[in-house]
T-cell receptor, first 114, second 113 residues
Framework: EAGVTQFPSHSVIEKGQTVTLRCDPI?????LYWYRRVMGKEIKFLLH????????ESGMPNNRFLAERTGGTYSTLKVQPAELEDSGVYFC????????????FGSGTQLSVL | GENVEQHPSTLSVQEGDSAVIKCTYS??????FPWYKQELGKGPQLIID?????GEKKDQRIAVTLNKTAKHFSLHITETQPEDSAVYFC????????????FGKGTSLLVTP
C-alpha cells in the first residue's frame, strides 16, 4: 500500500513568488492534515480536512495560505505571495475516517523562500 | 492553547543503554499522547501512543508512561541500537477540541556503537 506522497520534496523560491504544494493521502483516508515545522521549532498544525470539507483551519497563519481538497482526494496548499518566514518543512498526514489516532505522515516539502 | 514541552533537545547514549525522553503538557483535558520517530529524509512515523485512561504501554523495546496528575509523559527505549538514532517528537491532543496534534520541539537521539 502506498503511503502519503508529497510533491515537490524541495522548493526554492524568491520572496513574492507563488508556490503550490501537493499531498496525496493514503487511499481511503478521509482525514487529511497539513502541518509545518519551522527550523528548530515544533511541528505546528495548519489545518484539517474531512473529505473535501475544511474541518479546522485554526492553524493557518494568514490569508496568503490557501488549502484545497477538491473531490476529497489529493490536497494542495498554495502560498501566495511567499514571505521569508514561510520557509520550513510542510508535512501532510492522513488517517482513517472517524479517528484522530494513527496519523501517517508524508516525507514533507522543504520550502525555502529567499 | 495546549503547550507541550520536550526535554532533552539532544541525547547521546551508547549502544545497549537506555534512553528516556520527557514531555509535559498544559491542557489537563488532553487525552491522547503519541510519539513519533523521524529519520533523516523521512516524515514522522508513529512508534507508540497512549490514551489518558492508561498509565503505561509497552511494545518490545519501547514504552510510554503517563502521569495525568503531573501532566507529563515519557518515552523509554531500552537496549538502544544505532538504528534508533533519529529525532523523536512527543505530542498531545484533546480530542474534544478537535484533531490537531500539539507537538514538542523534538529530541535528537544519537546511539553510538
Amino acid at each position: 500500500e502506498a503511503g502519503v506522497t508529497q510533491f515537490p520534496s524541495h522548493s526554492v523560491i524568491e520572496k513574492g513568488q507563488t508556490v503550490t504544494l501537493r499531498c496525496d493521502p493514503i487511499s481511503g483516508h478521509d482525514n487529511l492534515y497539513w502541518y509545518r515545522r519551522v527550523m528548530g521549532k515544533e511541528i505546528k498544525f495548519l489545518l484539517h480536512f474531512v473529505k473535501e470539507s475544511k474541518q479546522d483551519e485554526s492553524g493557518m497563519p494568514n490569508n496568503r495560505f490557501l488549502a484545497e481538497r477538491t473531490g476529497g482526494t489529493y490536497s494542495t496548499l498554495k502560498v501566495q505571495p511567499a514571505e521569508l518566514e514561510d520557509s520550513g518543512v510542510y508535512f501532510c498526514a492522513s488517517s482513517q475516517v472517524g479517528t484522530y489516532e494513527k496519523l501517517f505522515f508524508g516525507s514533507g516539502t522543504q520550502l525555502s523562500v529567499l | 492553547g495546549e503547550n507541550v514541552e520536550q526535554h532533552p533537545s539532544t541525547l547521546s547514549v551508547q549502544e545497549g543503554d537506555s534512553a528516556v525522553i520527557k514531555c509535559t503538557y498544559s491542557d489537563s483535558a488532553s487525552n491522547y499522547f503519541p510519539w513519533y520517530k523521524q529519520e533523516l529524509g523521512k516524515g514522522p512515523q508513529l512508534i507508540i501512543d497512549i490514551r489518558s485512561n492508561v498509565g503505561e504501554k509497552k511494545d518490545q523495546r519501547i514504552a510510554v508512561t503517563l502521569n495525568k496528575t503531573a501532566k507529563h509523559f515519557s518515552l523509554h527505549i531500552t537496549e538502544t541500537q544505532p538504528e534508533d538514532s533519529a529525532v523523536y517528537f512527543c505530542a498531545a491532543l484533546n480530542s474534544n477540541s478537535g484533531y490537531a496534534l500539539n507537538f514538542g520541539k523534538g529530541t535528537s537521539l544519537l546511539v553510538t556503537p
